[in-house]
């Protein structure tokens, strides 16, 4: 079994035997696409895929091509076409080729499972249940259930990957028992898969599961948790990943409440005296930050804005003197500064890197297209 790159990896969607038999028509788009992809032309590459895929549907409808561009289009996930919102046509693509996976004459199961995954990686977290067609049986986690079973690959990375899913669909709909459930569910397949696959679900599960934990008021198992992470991703040269960093956020928040409870429980001293990984002691990182409340009066106006700012950073990582360099409006100062207070970076840095800290602070304001305003003129504050 192997996992499917069809666009994304810039591997031919279109067969040396396929493109014999497309039609030039489709063809055209679909070279264009693939230009602009190489181009990292993201928005241009989506608009050349939807082409390409809507000419296939035209001229050759049920195909394993039409599938394979449809898979493309989706793939890139576009938030806008033509400054309309473009989720109807991403959720299309994406049914599409689920539906003529089964055309692939060299596993056509493994494509299929793999296009039902990054279909509910990207409904889950983006579309709302009452968004039309978004729960569709036919394309759900439970149906994906089914299909692990049918298509005989339970303990695969497929199978923890849909009960990842399982267990993110549960957290956004607070059901924290089943998220529990399925997280720990999804761990142990991740440990113990038949395959070799490479996942990020393998780094997000135990964010879920840690959540899970904390709603359940069980904050010694969500630090345990973490830490857990923390350590994998450590031993992997993976401190940077951005997983990592909200790993570390969320254990620092849980530490100074295991702390307060003062418990000689083990597992509560093992909370306190966790060593933290030593890729993440000397590096400056936000690891906690509040957005800033917009000031009503600057809602209503025609340009975006952004503060700039300077601060510097306690031994328990929180920002101290901060001070407005410069803003393109006053009337921002301090909404900034009030979001500051909630800000948290790396514990006991050295002082190098824990003085005179620099961050921009941005308001941003979005036409009815979806584009963001302008921004206003800066001006120094210093």
């Not at 296939?56 to 049920?62: N, S, Y």
């Not at 761990?187 to 990020?200: E, G, K, M, V, W």
Request: hydrophobic share 40%.
């Amino acid at each position: 079994m192997k996992r499917t790159f069809l666009a994304i990896g810039l591997a031919l969607a279109l067969g040396t035997n396929s493109v014999a038999k497309t039609p030039k028509e489709v063809l055209e788009p679909y070279k264009a696409y693939r230009a602009a992809l190489a181009a990292d032309q993201k928005s241009e590459a989506a608009d050349f895929a939807y082409k390409a895929w809507q000419i296939a549907e035209d001229l050759m409808g049920d195909s394993k091509t039409t599938g394979d561009l449809a898979s493309n289009f989706a793939e890139l996930r576009p938030r806008y076409m033509n400054e309309k919102q473009a989720w109807k046509q991403v959720m299309k693509a994406h049914k599409r080729a689920i539906d003529l996976a089964s055309l692939h004459t060299s596993e056509p199961d493994v494509v299929e499972i793999d296009r039902r995954i990054k279909y509910l990686s990207w409904q889950i977290p983006n579309l709302s249940k009452n968004v039309p067609g978004a729960k569709s049986k036919k394309y759900s986690t439970a149906r994906l259930k089914e299909r692990i079973i049918e298509t005989g690959m339970q303990g695969s990375t497929f199978h923890a990957e849909t009960l990842a899913l399982s267990a993110q669909a549960a957290m956004i709909n607070e059901d924290w028992d089943d998220v529990k459930t399925e997280s720990l569910a999804a761990l142990d397949l991740f440990d113990n898969r038949t395959d070799a696959i490479a996942s990020i679900y393998e780094y997000a599960v135990p964010i879920y599961l840690a959540r899970a934990y904390s709603e359940l008021e069980s904050p010694i198992d969500a630090a345990l948790t973490y830490q857990t992470l923390m350590t994998k991703l450590e031993v992997r040269g993976g401190h940077n990943n951005p997983i990592s960093a909200d790993a570390y956020a969320e254990w620092l928040r849980l530490r100074d409440e295991v702390a307060e409870m003062k418990s000689t429980n083990p597992r509560a001293l093992e909370v306190v005296n966790f060593t933290v990984p030593a890729g993440r002691t000397t590096e400056l990182l936000p690891l906690v930050r509040m957005p800033p409340k917009f000031p009503s009066s600057f809602t209503r106006g025609s340009k975006s804005g952004f503060v700039k700012l300077k601060f510097n950073v306690d031994i328990d990582g929180r920002v101290i003197n901060p001070i407005v360099v410069s803003s393109t409006k006053e009337s921002l100062h301090e909404a900034a500064l009030d979001c500051l207070k909630d800000w948290r970076y790396t514990p006991n840095l050295p002082e190098g890197k824990s003085r005179d800290v620099e961050t921009t602070i941005r308001f941003d304001l979005l036409a009815s297209s979806g584009r963001r305003l302008p921004y206003g003129e800066e001006k120094s504050r210093l």
